[in-house]
């Protein structure tokens, strides 16, 4: 059963990097598919963020592409997001999720999602 | 950028019945389409990928059809642990703003 766990900083400054880390459990991620951060602001839609393929390979939501990075680390079975200059406006629930390339690129397996505050 | 675009915003549908919901891209993609179902304080689930294939555990009663640039999900008989929002996705990307399903 693959499982997937968001961890980080709850709360994060004006300014500041946000950082996240998704542990992945029941399945290696040396072993294929693609990686991808979804995040979704306080009662509103989901917003794809950036996707990560284990060979390193990197796609990016053309509106953050500037202040997102997306790394893979296979030897620990996790893959991590940071989110630099972050403001109000990046105060949401991150999520991470596998991607299935084979069938179209769905978001097959979720984590629980970790609420990211943005405040001083 | 690809933009998808969704409808209605809110859909209100008594049990048994058959909801309609639609998606439309601003330029084709193909198959490469997803539906998902989302419900308070829950990540959200995937129901449909490859515009027609249910996911593992999917009931039958969830269906996708389309290709294109326009998708529709209908759920045949609307049971009452449906009522959630539900969001199309493109391509692993942009994702549709989301219709919410309400039970009448």
């Known amino acids: 059963q693959v499982q997937l766990q968001e961890s980080g900083p709850g709360l994060v400054k004006p300014s500041e990097t946000l950082s996240l880390t998704c542990t992945v459990s029941?399945?290696?991620?040396?072993?294929?598919?693609?990686w991808g951060w979804i995040r979704q602001p306080p009662g509103k839609g989901l917003e794809w963020i950036a996707s990560?393929?284990?060979?390193?390979?990197?796609y990016y939501n053309p509106s953050l592409k500037s202040r997102v990075t997306i790394s893979v680390d296979k030897s620990r079975n996790h893959f991590s997001l940071k989110l630099s200059s972050v403001t109000a406006a990046d105060t949401a629930v991150y999520y991470c999720a596998r991607v299935d390339a084979l069938t179209g690129y769905p978001f097959d397996y979720w984590g629980q999602g970790k609420l990211v505050t943005v405040s001083s | 950028e690809i933009v998808m675009t969704q409808s209605p915003a809110t859909l209100s549908v008594s049990p048994g019945e058959r909801a309609t919901l639609s998606c439309r891209a601003s330029e084709s993609v193909s198959s490469n389409l997803a539906w998902y179902q989302q419900k308070p304080g829950q990540p959200p689930r995937l129901l449909i990928y490859g515009a027609s294939t249910r996911a593992t555990g999917i009931p039958a009663r969830f269906s996708g059809s389309g290709s294109g640039t326009e998708f529709t999900l209908t759920i045949s008989s609307l049971q009452s642990e449906d009522s959630a929002v539900y969001y199309c996705?493109?391509?692993?990307?942009?994702f549709g703003q989301g219709t919410k399903v309400e039970i009448k």
């Open positions: 990560i393929y284990q060979s390193g390979n990197t």
């Open positions: 029941g399945y290696f991620i040396s072993s294929g598919y693609y």
């Open positions: 996705q493109q391509y692993g990307e942009t």
